[in-house]
DNA sequence: CATTATACCTCGCGCTGCAAGGTATTGACC
DNA sequence: GGTCAATACCTTGCAGCGCGAGGTATAATG
């Protein structure tokens, strides 16, 4: 009963959490402004999203956390784990596969 | 309160049959086959997804039905309306700024 | 004459994303 | 000193979507 169901679409918000974190650690509170940011606001995760899947990831040894008090600030930085790199790249190949096959569609290639 | 909702990856089932059934007439049972073969397996939409988005499109005006006889075989084939076509381009044009967005994350570009 | 393929349909569940709410601390502003 | 916005964390509960599983009916296949 370890299986994985979960839909075709789903996983994006946690692929790229785990991206963003493989360049540098990073905090929740980062992680739903840099999300913005970098896809200036075409994507807005917010903090509801982000933290359930933060600790989901730890629960999975994806992400390692760890608090720090920074000017004052107390905050949970998270960092890649070797199985979270691993995690990452199979997410990314899988969104990658997904994604062509769709833009295949829209673009009405010459099916075989 | 008629406002539609639903989470920002959904609604690519929706965007692949306003597609397909753009090019030509359409059936349910042909869409489920078209989209897993166009796809090369990579996508696999079963009839429990297709005849309900086929459903509601054509109560939302995005589809128009006609029962046709062909070969013996009695079909509900779906042709876009004019409101499909609004349709399409829109989620087409939401799908192209998502998976851009995504991308440009993805490969780490530059954020101003 | 049984099985497979075609063709339609619906029910019900799982899971995900998400809004909404809650707490605590820091800095700014008057 | 008091108020407000920003920072930073968190959980609960629900809506909606995707989808498996099941059901019906007819045509073709062997």
Do not use: C
Request: net charge neutral; proline share 2%.
């Amino acid at each position: 009963m370890a299986e994985n169901n979960s839909n075709f679409m789903s996983g994006v918000p946690e692929l790229l959490i785990l991206r963003l974190v493989r360049e540098k650690e990073m905090y929740g509170y980062e992680l739903v402004q840099a999300i913005r940011e970098r896809s200036r606001d075409a994507i807005a995760l917010g903090e509801g999203v982000i933290y359930p899947v933060l600790h989901a990831l730890e629960r999975d040894g994806a992400l390692s956390s760890s608090r720090k008090t920074v000017n004052g600030r107390s905050r949970v930085y998270y960092a890649l784990t070797a199985a979270g790199a691993q995690r990452l790249d199979d997410l990314a190949g899988n969104w990658s596969r997904l994604t062509g096959a769709i833009q295949s569609i829209l673009v009405g290639v010459q099916h075989a």
